[in-house]
């Protein structure tokens, strides 16, 4: 075979690293861009944030001309004699037992100054468990049993584990029996919060009810229920309850409010749960009757070019200038992909918000449908680049935060040929359920019937998907009496 030269001309896409850089920083949240951006910053010397204003400089009043200037003292404060220097005369003008906070935390106005607060640490469950046992008159062996029971709790509070296993786990040479734990157990189900210890709901919500005054309404019905026919008040089988226990509704309605009173997980209290904050991307405001998107400027970090490194930089006075160079111009692309990720969020909002302005207007039972290729069509974006400008991007509106992701959903058909939102169906059945009779509430099927007569057709099943990511229970569990 002959091997011969040839030339070929052909087209291929090439990603830059400065268009990977604008898709990569497109798709990050408000949180994840403001991280990626301080690990830029600590690397590159020649940007920085123009986000923190210089602290002003003390200008000299009229006349000083650059002298040191002293504040003329009142004839009063002239005939005072001066402050010792001495500790003891310090100690002496001091009020230390007032209440109010000391001249350094007062602004020049009177007014107390912005320090920040610090919340105060809330003990866990087991820690506060730890604070009584300390305090009780039990002995030292009772002490170590109630304290291992302490350290078997989940959570919640609940004993995760039978005492038989505690029993295995413990040394032989201790020599703990079943005695012991189980008095130990007692121990710690006299404990506050009431409850702690049980091993399952139905024993939480017993020893509540035991808790509580012997006079309580209802009390004893409520016991009986939670012992041994808490699975059928779950399943609202009411019929069978009246029947096994012999009660009329207004006891058994009493009962079942005595109960629904309960915390059947007493140790949730001390569960220390991360708060996440969302900083919204875009601000949604209606002006002159038309709802206009506008950037939020407390979620736009504010870069710039440090001035002295880019003198340096023009003056060629530095040895490693080449180095220098590149990261100007890495620092140029940063600032540049950073506000196309704006104005290309700011685009894709006011798109939504123009198509979706009854929602704004009437609540999510105006929601139209929409899909991305309506938006990308529109703006003359690619369908994954609207994507990912609506993927952890959220609006502040006047009803409430929203991710861009929550404006697009499925739809269904209308017998009038048109299309609904599934946001709108949602939105029609919790309304539906709300005013429902809660003698006699609404089947599934009874709810495809009422929307049906609304020109909504939408089958049984749909009914059930949709209830069911609204979290409301099905029919049987939304019976009361």
Request: aromatic share 4%; net charge negative.
């Amino acid at each position: 075979m002959k091997q011969t030269l040839q030339l070929k001309l052909s087209q291929q896409l090439t990603l830059t690293p400065q268009l990977q850089q604008s898709i990569r920083l497109l798709q990050l949240s408000t949180l994840e861009l403001n991280q990626e951006l301080e690990t830029i910053l600590a690397d590159n010397p020649l940007l920085e944030r123009d986000d923190v204003e210089p602290e002003p400089t003390p200008v000299p009043p009229n006349g000083a001309n650059g002298e040191e200037y002293t504040a003329p003292q009142s004839e009063a404060a002239a005939n005072e004699e001066p402050a010792s220097d001495s500790p003891e005369r310090e100690s002496a003008d001091i009020d230390w037992s007032s209440d109010a906070p000391s001249s350094a935390a007062r602004r020049e106005d009177g007014e107390e100054s912005d320090y920040p607060q610090l919340a105060a640490s809330t003990p866990t469950l087991g820690e506060y468990l730890m604070q009584q046992l300390a305090l009780s008159q039990l002995s030292d062996r009772d002490k170590s049993v109630v304290n291992t029971l302490i350290a078997a709790l989940d959570e919640g509070g609940y004993l995760s584990q039978s005492l038989e296993e505690i029993a295995d786990m413990l040394p032989p040479e201790l020599d703990v029996g079943m005695d012991e734990l189980q008095i130990g157990l007692h121990y710690l189900q006299s404990f506050d919060p009431t409850g702690v210890g049980a091993r399952t709901p139905a024993e939480c919500l017993e020893l509540q009810l035991k808790a509580m005054p012997p006079e309580t309404p209802e009390r004893g019905l409520a016991i009986s229920i939670v012992r041994d026919h808490l699975q059928a008040l779950a399943t609202h089988d009411f019929a069978r309850l009246k029947r096994q226990l012999h009660c009329d509704d207004d006891s058994l309605r009493e009962a079942q409010h005595l109960i629904q009173s309960l915390n059947p997980h007493p140790g949730a209290a001390y569960t220390t749960n991360e708060t996440r904050y969302i900083v919204p991307d875009v601000i949604v405001k209606k002006v002159k009757n038309a709802w206009v998107a506008a950037l939020n400027p407390d979620a736009m970090p504010k870069l710039r070019i440090n001035r002295m490194y880019a003198e340096i930089l023009q003056n060629k006075q530095h040895a490693a200038s080449g180095q220098m160079s590149n990261q100007l111009q890495e620092a140029r692309w940063l600032i540049k992909n950073v506000q196309q990720r704006f104005d290309t969020i700011l685009r894709v909002t006011q798109a939504i918000v123009e198509r979706q302005r009854h929602f704004f207007d009437h609540g999510e039972v105006a929601m139209r449908p929409l899909v991305l290729r309506e938006i990308a069509d529109t703006l003359g974006l690619h369908e994954s680049t609207v994507s990912r400008v609506t993927t952890q991007k959220f609006m502040a509106t006047p009803r409430g935060i929203l991710e861009l992701k929550y404006f697009f959903g499925s739809h269904v058909a209308t017998e009038t040929g048109g299309i609904c939102s599934a946001t709108a169906i949602r939105a029609l059945l919790k309304q539906l359920v709300s005013a429902e009779d809660c003698k006699k509430p609404l089947s599934d099927s009874k709810i495809a019937q009422v929307l049906g007569e609304q020109g909504i057709v939408v089958a049984r099943r749909t009914v059930a998907k949709y209830r069911e990511s609204l979290n409301i229970p099905p029919v049987s569990m939304r019976k009361s009496l």
